[in-house]
């Protein structure tokens, strides 16, 4: 019963969240595929934090690595 109840937490902070951060659809399955495996919106598989040493919300978090990622192709010369 537990586990049904938290999963209806989540179902319900990822409905919120949804409504208020702008996505795009890949970024909306990512984040859905996340919530359904058990997990917050507010946390992140890389465990990213922000400067104020708050974990990053998953959004974030995905959209800093594929940063990242484009900087590390550039640095190394990578075409994107």
């Known amino acids: 019963m537990k586990k049904q109840e ?3 937490d989540l ?3 990822l409905k ?3 409504q208020l951060t702008e996505m795009t659809s890949k970024e909306r399955k990512d984040l859905q595929e996340w919530v359904a495996e058990g997990n917050s919106v507010y ?3 890389g465990n990213w934090a922000y400067e104020s040493g708050c974990e ?3 959004i974030d978090a995905l959209r800093m690595e594929a940063e990242k990622g484009i900087e590390k192709s550039v ?3 990578l075409p994107f």
Request: proline share 6%; charged share 35%; hydrophobic share 15%.
């Open 6 to 8: 938290g999963q209806s």
């Open 11 to 13: 179902r319900e902070e």
């Open 16 to 18: 919120q969240f949804e």
């Open 43 to 45: 946390s992140n598989p």
């Open 56 to 58: 990053m919300n998953f």
């Open 75 to 77: 640095e190394e010369g």
